[in-house]
């Protein structure tokens, strides 16, 4: 009788863990650095599309993670529709050096006279910008109707209007050019 009860909860126990791996994880770690599988905003939930690690010139500079809307096909990742991508770093960074990146890789992928439409928006996202050590995480949360915020480790540093602004910034890593094509497939889950 107690080996029926012992074989029976072992069973118990298999299968538990089974329907638990099948649901699917409720995190993913990439290189010691964990992400949630599921964000709630608002009334929204974005679910973890993917995470990359990011090299350059051989070094790991960040590992990131991109969220997107519940529901929200790859192929629209750059549309109206909420998102987030947290950039976990790997390296110590100057604030002043994010904005000749971002000035590129924006301009890289949009038309000039959008570019110059945004201008003042990507001055004033460019000013938020701080100093990064490793283990800092910035992230970036487009909510249509409100804006994209950037917060560093949490803490709010301002937040930019509008759908083209989003569709802007957001192409540094999902646009035609993005700052690596690599990192891309890995954030979009295509790997």
């Not at 298999?14 to 993913?28: I, N, R």
């Not at 991508?85 to 000749?100: A, C, M, W």
């Amino acid at each position: 009788m107690n080996q029926y009860k012992s074989r029976k909860s072992a069973f118990v126990l298999v299968a538990v863990a089974f329907v638990m791996l099948a649901s699917g994880p409720d995190a993913a770690d990439i290189d010691g650095v964990h992400f949630k599988e599921r964000l709630k905003l608002n009334n929204t939930t974005l679910k973890l599309a993917g995470t990359g690690l990011l090299r350059c010139w051989g070094f790991k500079a960040y590992v990131g993670a991109l969220y997107l809307e519940e529901g929200c096909p790859i192929g629209e990742a750059l549309s109206d529709r909420a998102k987030r991508i947290e950039l976990q770093y790997k390296r110590s960074i100057k604030g002043k050096n994010f904005v000749p990146a971002t000035d590129k890789s924006i301009a890289e992928n949009i038309d000039p006279a959008t570019l110059r439409r945004l201008r003042p928006r990507l001055d004033y996202h460019n000013s938020l910008y701080e100093d990064v050590q490793p283990g800092d995480r910035y992230s970036l949360t487009y909510i249509p109707g409100q804006g994209t915020e950037l917060a560093l480790n949490g803490d709010p540093k301002g937040v930019i209007e509008g759908a083209d602004f989003a569709a802007a910034v957001f192409s540094i890593w999902l646009g035609p050019k993005p700052l690596n094509g690599s990192f891309k497939k890995q954030i979009l889950g295509l790997n």
